[in-house]
RNA sequence: GGUCCCAUCGUCUAGCGGCCUAGGACGCUGGCCUCUCACGCCGGAGACACGGGUUCGAUUCCCGUUGGGACCA
């Protein structure tokens, strides 16, 4: 690939809701693509549909952003803040004869539209304002670019190779709205010239796009940036991804308890590969993508395996960084005052024995509560099964013999469990498993002797014996 | 409807004419480990959409069909 001279990509979301995984899929790209032939990577927020966009939706884009640890270079620049640009381009256009005022109203092309398709003709533009001598008295009128009707447009893409475009399939497109604002097609090619974009890297919902930009780029006098579409994700349903598919914003996932470099590991696969290689840091990614590996095919977005790496990026992190995520979700939850935090290096200690079976934050958050809470319920068929008559005994004796166990650690509680086992030549599981409901409320938790010392010796004895007393 | 794109296990994918009895991962599943649940380990089921070419030889190249998707309305 051609990469002399600096590469200048960008994403360019539209502020009108949330960050979506197709948008994050797409920043990650470009992100992936600027960092690995050591470019730029500029965020511009195409925000000239004044109707719908919104400074929430901006900073959410920023927040989703900065989560996911793709930093960009320049900008964030906002199309608002560019229309005089667009107007001296359109200007431009129209002093050169390329392009033309246009009175039609909207319902005027409304119903010829639905007269030619009554008719069997395609809906296209019947540019009738092409030939227009004089501006039509009482009306303000957009400006439409005057495109050639003859021969082809071939968009020369970077992952789907040549696509032909007949010209005359393509119509005059509007590049500026009566009420002065530039369309998107325009304000993007205008953006993307005067910004110096070499790479356009964006959603293949935009390839039938292209045609007409490029036109737009060779009447502006440009040359046009190389162009990637990227394949779509897709929904368990193969339809584009969206809000009806559950969760599709990022701010979902971080809810939901993922960690930023699961999301990004597994979104960098989706639709791109490297071998059979599963697992990337963000530096590997940075080496090994080029878009030479990127697929064309759309890919269903698949929630068990982004769980599956989350559970793998939890297993590497460091607890302490996962302490304080989760302490975060508990004040969320409200288990956890502001000012009542438990000591920290204990906290640490609990979520240690919890990652193994937490393959998200949330999982990890539910199941630190019976260390927190200072009662429990029990489950009552977990009570039923194993709070029987026959272990009270066993409870009240184990309670006896922990009160005098010290120190009180995983290494001297298993002693005293075996200790009792033998004694009484009874299986673990006779005992562990009444223990475990008793501490915890449940029959799945971390290792009892675990349970136990990360408890502390006086909530142990007060649930165990509490449960001995129950057993009726 | 028009234009464009796409097509390997359920899903993500490897494969860039012979290495393919089609490899890996998630999920599913049988077993081992075991104080529960997980983790881990060992095993299993599971795909080249179809039909024509091209070729000594097609998952791989070409055409068509079918299917899916996107865009424009």
Redesign the pocket.
């Known amino acids: 690939m051609n990469t002399t001279g600096t590469v200048r990509v960008r994403f360019a979301p539209s502020p009108t809701g949330a960050l979506h995984l197709g948008g994050v899929r797409t920043a990650l790209f470009n992100w992936l693509f600027a960092r690995h032939y050591n470019g730029k990577f500029i965020l511009r927020i195409e925000d000239t549909d004044q109707t719908r966009s919104t400074d929430e939706s901006i900073k959410v884009i920023l927040d989703g952003m900065k989560w996911l640890g793709l930093d960009w270079d320049e900008g964030p620049f906002r199309q608002t803040e560019r229309m005089e640009i667009y107007r001296a381009h359109v200007d431009k256009l129209l002093k050169e004869g390329k392009a033309y005022h246009c009175y039609c109203t909207p319902e005027e092309l ?1 119903a010829r ?1 639905k007269e030619a ?1 009554a008719a069997g003709r ?3 533009y019947d540019r009738k304002c092409r030939t227009l001598k004089a501006p039509v008295e009482g009306r303000t009128p957009a400006v439409r670019f005057l495109s050639s009707d003859e021969g082809q447009t071939i968009v020369r893409d970077l ?8 010209n005359q ?1 393509l ?1 005059d497109l509007i590049i500026q709205r009566s009420d002065g604002l530039p369309t998107y097609n325009f304000a993007v090619v205008v953006d993307d010239v005067t910004m110096n974009i070499t790479h356009v890297i964006r ?7 292209t045609p007409r930009q490029i036109q737009l780029y060779s009447a502006l006098g440009y040359e046009p940036p190389k162009f990637a ?1 990227l ?2 994700i ?1 929904g ?5 991804l969206s809000k009806r598919h559950g969760a599709t914003a990022i701010t979902e996932y971080i809810d939901l308890g993922y960690l930023p470099e699961a999301l990004v590991n597994y979104l960098a ?8 290689q ?1 697992i990337f840091s963000p530096k590997e990614l940075i080496e090994k993508f080029t878009l ?2 990127v ?8 929630q ?6 989350n ?2 990026y939890i ?1 590497q992190a460091d607890p302490g960084r996962l302490a304080e995520l989760v302490l975060e979700l508990l004040k969320k939850d409200g288990v956890v005052k502001q000012g009542a935090e438990p000591d920290l290096e204990w906290f640490k200690k609990l979520v240690k024995i919890l990652i ?4 998200t934050l949330v999982e990890m958050k539910t199941a630190a509560l019976p260390f927190l809470a200072d009662e429990i319920q029990l489950d009552e068929k977990a009570k039923a099964k194993h709070l029987t008559p026959d272990v009270a005994l066993l409870l009240i004796e184990l309670a006896g013999k922990l009160k005098s166990t010290e120190p009180f650690t995983h290494t001297e509680i ?1 002693k005293v469990f075996n200790g009792l086992v033998a004694e009484k030549g009874i ?3 006779k005992i ?2 009444p223990v ?1 409901v008793a501490l915890t409320g449940g ?8 349970v136990i010392e990360v408890m502390g010796k006086d909530k142990t004895i007060k649930r165990v014996e509490a449960a001995a007393a129950g057993i009726k």
């Open positions: 409304d539209r398709m395609p809906p296209k992952i789907r190779g040549a696509v032909t475009f007949e399939q119509d959603g293949d919902d935009h390839l039938n796009n579409h394949p779509m897709l368990p349903d193969k339809t584009k696969r989706l639709g791109w590969s490297s071998g059979d599963e030479e590996n697929g064309k095919a759309p890919s269903v977005f698949n068990e395996k982004c769980v599956w790496l559970h793998h297993q193994e079976r937490s393959h298993e299986k673990l599981g562990a498993q475990r029959t799945v938790s971390p290792g009892i002797y675990d």
